[in-house]
């Protein structure tokens, strides 16, 4: 059974910065991709970063620049280093572990495990 823990959200200025944090626990397994959505009220989903098997990320469009994925495989926690907020990347973040295909790409689908969600507030 994986388990995904969420920390570190909060409100924020535009302009400022935060981090996310992911504490991922379950069986040891080979191959582990992982990434971050986000879900602004009354939007869909989001994919907003990921890391495939060899750590390389994949960024939407939007968070280009501003926003970087890490993972620290040693304790399976995963990163997301947010800078330049707006208030447009005010959200739920959610962390998602994929076991199965482990593509590192950014659709639901792809992503078998999700954590609860922390909020992030970014206020003008």
């Known amino acids: 059974q994986v388990h995904l823990v969420e920390s570190g959200g909060g409100s924020v200025q535009a302009g400022g910065s935060r981090r996310l944090s992911c504490a991922a626990s379950g069986a040891f397994h080979r191959r582990i991709c992982m990434a971050w959505f986000r879900q602004a009220p009354g939007k869909k989903r989001e994919g907003v970063a990921s890391?495939?098997?060899?750590?390389?990320?994949t960024y939407a469009n939007s968070v280009v620049g501003r926003f970087t994925i890490s993972r620290e495989k040693a304790d399976n926690t995963l990163y997301l280093q947010m800078s330049s907020l707006k208030p447009g990347d005010t959200a739920m973040y959610y962390c998602?572990?994929?076991?199965?295909?482990?593509?590192?790409?950014?659709?639901?689908?792809?992503?078998?495990?999700w954590g609860q969600g922390t909020q992030v507030t970014v206020s003008s």
């Open positions: 998602a572990e994929d076991r199965e295909y482990c593509t590192g790409g950014l659709t639901e689908p792809e992503y078998e495990y």
């Open positions: 890391v495939n098997f060899d750590d390389e990320p």
